[in-house]
């Protein structure tokens, strides 16, 4: 994903919800994204996008997908999370974890450490592994954003502390 840059962005408001939407520079709405952390102890989810996909093919990336229109972002999370990995969660009621703000998107990171089922790969299209990762493996990985590493580095050092 493009480092977190807001070139012409503008903010206008949802009508659904009164929340903000940015605009892109293009002026065109930028695609809202939710994802998760889902952090098991001392290791983190993972997914690797198919190396077919349009965006961002061949790199390890962060469970998730798009808000739909009309939706709210933490009941679009527990969605994305049923079609990929099979799982349930609660929709997350506090802020996230860290936002990143790209060209074309805007995306929300929430820490998921309670699930029912066990996550395995239901959207063999969208990924095709999903694994498990302890802190000491994440630097060999390519990963989708420049700022996954620090930001999964930081929340399983919390966990450890």
């Not at 983190?44 to 998730?64: E, I, N």
């Not at 709210?72 to 990143?100: C, K, N, T, Y």
């Not at 995306?107 to 066990?118: K, V």
């Not at 996550?119 to 999903?130: G, L």
Request: net charge negative.
């Amino acid at each position: 994903m493009p480092a977190a840059v807001r070139h012409g962005a503008v903010s206008a408001y949802d009508g659904c919800h009164n929340a903000p939407v940015s605009i892109s520079a293009e002026g065109s709405p930028k695609a809202r994204i939710v994802t998760a952390l889902l952090r098991d102890g001392n290791r983190v989810l993972l997914c690797h996008r198919s190396p077919r996909r349009r965006w961002f093919p061949d790199v390890w990336d962060l469970p998730g997908g798009h808000v739909e229109p009309g939706e709210l972002p933490g009941a679009a999370l527990a969605r994305e999370l049923r079609e990929e990995l099979g799982i349930d969660i609660a929709a997350p009621s506090g802020p996230p974890v860290q936002e990143v703000h790209g060209d074309t998107f805007d995306m929300q990171i929430w820490l998921i450490e309670a699930w029912t089922g066990s996550p395995v790969n239901v959207a063999p299209d969208e990924h095709d592994a999903i694994a498990w990762f302890t802190e000491d493996a994440l630097g060999e990985l390519s990963l989708a954003h420049d700022s996954y590493l620090a930001m999964l580095t930081k929340v399983l050092a919390e966990h450890r502390a």
